[in-house]
């Protein structure tokens, strides 16, 4: 699967938006981009994904760029609560079942009040 | 039910101790993932069951044996483990297409070997 590059850490303020990058220049066609985070001692928690369009959910919304060489996972207002390890992963779409999640570093979102 | 449980929550164990971890999911999900995650790091994928059967194992060493008794229930099997095994051990599960859909993780067995 393709490497993806985070930031190792960012700030935030509560209620303001925070817009966490994901380079992915080696992505191909079949990948998948997906987020998660986790919390302290918690599991990873799914997030959003999407494959070529910009997503939204209602945790957060996905900016894919137009060449998917890069994404941004947006929150658009950080609580507290938002503080965790994000995780910008590849997956690339198989034919079967049981695929690799294959975490990188993530980048360590910091909130203040 | 749209979790993924996983007991214990925390083990201890010795060295010449045999243990195992259960992860139990009843979403229909027919793909099952053992990920080990220590401190300040990403986990790491360990195994991943396909339809009940081990489809990937990332040269695991062998004091860690998994089992899928069913299409619901992952087990990991300890055996002589080692210091450096204490780690947090991450279940996973998803519907087939997987990177489609997304997988859901369970809140994790947090080991300590002593």
């Known amino acids: 699967d393709a490497k993806t590059t985070q930031p190792n850490s960012m700030e935030s303020n509560e209620e303001e938006p925070v817009h966490l990058p994901c380079n992915h220049s080696?992505?191909?066609?079949?990948?998948?981009i997906h987020w998660y985070r986790q919390l302290p001692s918690q599991g990873p928690e799914y997030v959003i994904h999407g494959l070529t369009s910009n997503v939204n959910n209602r945790m957060a919304s996905l900016a894919i760029a137009e060449d998917r060489k890069s994404s941004t996972l947006i929150l658009h207002r950080a609580t507290l609560r938002d503080a965790a390890v994000y995780y910008c992963?590849?997956?690339?779409?198989?034919?079967?079942?049981?695929?690799?999640?294959?975490f990188g570093e993530g980048t360590q979102l910091t909130v203040n009040p | 039910d749209t979790e993924v449980t996983q007991t214990p929550k925390h083990l201890v164990m010795g060295m010449t101790n045999k243990k195992s971890l259960k992860c139990e999911q009843h979403?229909?999900?027919?793909?099952m993932y053992w990920y080990k995650q220590k401190a300040k790091k990403p986990p790491e994928l360990m195994f991943v069951?396909?339809?009940?059967?081990?489809?990937i194992n990332e040269s695991v060493p062998s004091r860690f044996s998994p089992e899928c008794p069913n299409s619901s229930l992952l087990n990991l099997h300890l055996h002589a483990l080692q210091p450096e095994d204490s780690a947090l051990y991450l279940c996973a599960s998803s519907l087939d297409r997987a990177e489609v859909y997304g997988y859901t993780f369970g809140s994790g067995t947090r080991l300590t070997v002593v």
């Open positions: 992963i590849l997956t690339t779409l198989r034919e079967t079942s049981g695929s690799r999640l294959t």
């Open positions: 069951y396909s339809y009940e059967k081990l489809s």
């Open positions: 979403m229909g999900h027919r793909a």
């Open positions: 080696t992505i191909s066609g079949t990948d998948y």
